[in-house]
């Protein structure tokens, strides 16, 4: 079979973001586009005699680009290439494949939690040989590639048949078309009691939804929730992928999880509700009437960990990036093991689970995981959920109302200002880090500062280091705000406003967060101006 070297030219901004490289799907299809950052990925990655893994999130473009991928991986030289039957791999699953088959990586197809559809959003990114994001001198290679090269590799083939699983031979390569869900399901059949979860779920009293919003987990809860844990059919909801996500927003919040919220409220609300993201790396966990914030959702799954089979033996260590709550903070104290605070983005976790520092980790964008893969793992999440109600058979919000009444609560928000101009919302950042120095001691609002900074992360395994991930700002009284520019959007730019505060007198910890929090929340706009510099009035989004 012969190669093909293809001219192609650097294209500008091929810069991966929190978690890879995300565009619309017209940027994605001009010619050279994709072939670009994947020749760039192949140059900083030898796949001679190796194993990828590729699958994606379902969304469109994504069989019209594995088909791109496999060609390229054939001419660049991979001995296997092991792909999810219909081109489907929820970014944990992708991870748990390149770990139990030792892939040398593997490429996923995800704009996670952005829309899809042919003028919606595309997204590619890499994972490495332990099943985790590409870690910064990886990107920052691959960008450097994308600006140098001269052509790619390729070969000239019939495209693969994606839903037929099985075997074949192209070149010097074998590509396999794998069933996408059973290595995962075996996984957590491993990690959970499906005993005593079979037992709740089957008998019909205990009643749950999980919405899959059309987007990647539909498989994989089916399998798991009604086929292995007896979930009578029909609790999996929105269960088939689309490529549009049925036009939906397959972000697991309270606004885009809409259908879902209903079914738990009210007199007859289910017992337990949860969904999943695009990608199925992202968690929303609901009871009756009931939220979980995933910054709590993290430190309760931590203090009650030793419930779960595979974290009997306790937990070595936990982390949480730096904007997500100190509940975990708190529940690590307790149990006397570390807490480790990272820049934004999983891929900041993978070297404190490789080196078994940490066990359990969080965000407070409904990412939360463990050391099982090198993901965040949106459907682990639930199980776990589902084996701490088994053997606790209590209702949800009684699990996080006792965790409050014993730890105490941080309210937790996040504001988000969506589509901002980008050159505005830099300055805003730039004014506010130049005037960093001269805030602490001044009081806002009713409150006084204490200390305000820019994070600075050194990994403590690597010694890697990672600046301006985020400017806090610590009040006297123990709280906090954190203003970070998002790195995933497409559009303009998203300004994330992260505010916490700890209460632990138990007669306030029934409050609204956005009441517990109203001082905090002018304090940052006086301090930040945001009002004035983005012109808004009001956040775009609220968890
Ligand atoms: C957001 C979240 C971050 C998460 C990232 C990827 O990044 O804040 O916590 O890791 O998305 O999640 P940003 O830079 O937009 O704030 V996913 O589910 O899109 O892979
Ligand atoms: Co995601």
Redesign the pocket.
């Known amino acids: 079979m012969q190669v093909q070297q293809i001219q192609t030219q650097p294209f500008s901004g091929q810069k991966p ?3 890879g490289l995300r565009k619309k799907v017209v940027e994605f299809q001009q010619p050279g586009y994709l072939e670009n950052f994947v020749q760039a990925i192949f140059n900083s990655v030898d796949g001679s005699g190796q194993t990828l893994v590729i699958g994606g999130d379902g969304r469109y473009y994504n069989r019209q680009a594995i088909q791109i991928i496999i060609r390229m991986a054939v001419a660049n030289g991979f001995a296997r290439l092991l792909i999810g039957q219909g081109g489907i791999l929820s ?1 944990p699953a992708a991870s748990c494949v390149i770990r139990k088959y030792q892939a040398c990586g593997g490429i996923v197809l ?1 704009a ?2 952005n829309p899809g559809g042919p003028d919606e959003d595309f997204g590619i990114k890499f994972n490495a040989a332990n099943g985790g994001p590409a870690p910064e001198k990886m990107t920052e290679a691959f960008y450097q590639q994308t600006q140098q090269l001269q052509h790619y590799l390729t070969v000239e083939a019939e495209a693969i048949d994606l839903d037929q699983q099985g075997s074949q031979q192209l070149g010097n390569t074998q590509v396999e078309i794998i069933d996408p869900v059973a290595d995962y399901a075996d996984l957590m059949q491993s990690l959970f009691d499906f005993a005593a979860m079979k037992s709740l779920l089957s008998d019909g009293s205990f009643r749950i939804c999980f919405d899959a919003m059309h987007a990647v987990t539909g498989p994989y809860a089916s399998e798991i929730l009604q086929n292995r844990l007896g979930a009578p059919a029909g609790s999996v909801i929105n269960a088939q992928p689309l490529e549009d996500f049925g036009g939906g927003h397959p972000d697991p919040n309270l606004v885009h999880a809409h259908e879902l919220v209903q079914r738990m409220q009210g007199e007859d609300g289910l017992d337990f509700g949860a969904a999943s ?1 695009g ?1 199925g ?2 968690n929303m966990v609901l009871g009756r009437d009931f939220y979980i914030n995933p910054c709590d959702s993290l430190a309760i799954l931590a203090a009650n960990a030793q419930s779960v089979p595979a974290y009997q033996q306790g937990i070595a260590g936990i982390a949480r ?1 730096m904007p997500t709550s100190r509940a975990a903070d708190r529940v690590a104290k307790a149990l006397g093991v570390d807490c480790y605070e990272t820049p ?3 891929k900041f976790f993978g070297n404190l689970l490789d080196a078994g520092k940490i066990t359990l980790c969080g ?3 409904f ?1 939360t995981g463990s050391d099982h893969v090198r993901e ?1 793992d949106g459907l682990w999440a639930v199980l776990f959920w589902l084996n701490l109600l088994a053997v606790k058979r209590q209702p949800v919000a009684d699990i996080v109302r006792g965790h409050w009444q014993q730890y105490g609560r941080d309210y937790f928000t996040r504001h988000d200002y969506e589509g901002l101009d980008a050159e505005a919302a830099q300055q805003m950042m730039t004014r506010l880090r130049d005037r960093l120095s001269t805030l602490s001691g001044q009081a806002v609002a009713d409150l006084q500062i204490e200390a305000a900074d820019d994070f600075a992360y050194r990994d403590p395994v690597d010694g890697s280091e990672s600046q301006a991930q985020g400017i806090r700002i610590y009040f006297e009284d123990g709280s906090r705000i954190v203003y ?1 520019l ?4 497409t559009e303009g730019a ?1 300004l ?1 406003v992260y505010l916490d505060s700890y209460q632990n007198d138990p007669g306030l910890l029934e409050q609204d967060p956005q009441q517990a929090l109203a001082t905090l929340i002018s304090a940052a706009d006086q301090i930040a101006g945001i009002k004035s510099s983005t012109g808004r009035e009001q956040p775009d989004v609220i968890t």
């Open positions: 973001g929190t978690s970014t995800s996670s939690h993201d990608d790396d992202r990036s934004t983005g999983w965000e407070e964008s990412g965040k970070r998002s790195g995933t959007g998203t994330r």
